[in-house]
């Protein structure tokens, strides 16, 4: 029996939490931020359908400009929350599906909430943009307080595995040329 690769289990405050959307075609990304709620960068044409009269976040609800607080229900869509995994190894972070986890470190949760929640409040991440300014980016500037790297550093790891590859194939090579 074998360890199951990950445990499926419900988001904790300061979690990146991501969902698909429209069959698959991209993900959406937010910050669980506790009570049920979420904070998340959605882009003007694709406003999330918010339940109409939502009970759980109604009340509750946020949203200024382009940053909206609504309930875990209302963020889901329906669809099943996984949790985007910090601080992975440069070949995970290879291995593993785009826009699923990021190598480097998450900050503490309060600090992840906190900057999610100043955001939130300044409307301060700016126009939604699909490539650069989009919601998978909020959340990693929220957990990690920058946005600028995490593309170049699969680049990096890429030309790192290259590189080891490439170590690994001359190395076969030698022992083959020994016998
Ligand atoms: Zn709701």
Same mark, same amino acid.
Do not use: W
């Given at each position: 029996?074998? =360890?199951? =690769?990950?445990?499926?289990?419900?988001? =904790?405050?300061?979690?990146?939490?991501?969902?698909?959307?429209?069959?698959?075609?991209?993900?959406?990304?937010?910050?669980?931020?506790?009570?049920?709620?979420?904070?998340?960068?959605?882009?003007?044409?694709?406003?999330?359908?918010?339940?109409?009269?939502?009970?759980?976040?109604?009340?509750?609800?946020?949203?200024?400009?382009?940053?909206?607080?609504?309930?875990?229900?209302?963020?889901?869509?329906?669809?099943?929350?996984?949790?985007?995994?910090?601080?992975?190894?440069?070949?995970?972070?290879?291995?593993?599906?785009?826009?699923?986890?990021?190598?480097?470190?998450?900050?503490?949760?309060?600090?992840?909430?906190?900057?999610?929640?100043?955001?939130?409040?300044?409307?301060?991440?700016?126009?939604?943009?699909?490539?650069?300014?989009?919601?998978?980016?909020?959340?990693?500037?929220?957990?990690?307080?920058?946005?600028?790297?995490?593309?170049?550093?699969?680049?990096?790891?890429?030309?790192?595995?290259?590189?080891?590859?490439?170590?690994?194939?001359?190395?076969?090579?030698?022992?083959?040329?020994?016998?």
């Amino acid at each position: 029996m074998g =360890q199951p =690769q990950s445990k499926p289990r419900f988001p =904790q405050p300061g979690d990146h939490i991501y969902c698909e959307r429209k069959g698959g075609f991209y993900d959406h990304h937010g910050i669980y931020v506790g009570d049920n709620m979420v904070i998340h960068l959605r882009g003007a044409a694709k406003k999330l359908g918010e339940l109409p009269g939502c009970q759980k976040c109604g009340d509750k609800r946020v949203e200024n400009g382009e940053i909206a607080k609504v309930c875990i229900d209302c963020f889901l869509d329906g669809e099943t929350p996984q949790i985007y995994d910090y601080g992975v190894s440069s070949l995970e972070f290879e291995c593993r599906k785009r826009g699923t986890c990021c190598p480097r470190h998450s900050k503490p949760p309060h600090e992840v909430i906190s900057t999610a929640t100043d955001l939130l409040e300044q409307n301060g991440f700016g126009p939604y943009d699909m490539f650069t300014n989009n919601c998978e980016h909020f959340a990693v500037y929220c957990k990690t307080g920058s946005t600028a790297s995490f593309q170049v550093e699969r680049v990096i790891a890429t030309c790192s595995v290259g590189i080891l590859a490439g170590a690994a194939v001359g190395l076969f090579r030698n022992a083959l040329a020994k016998h």
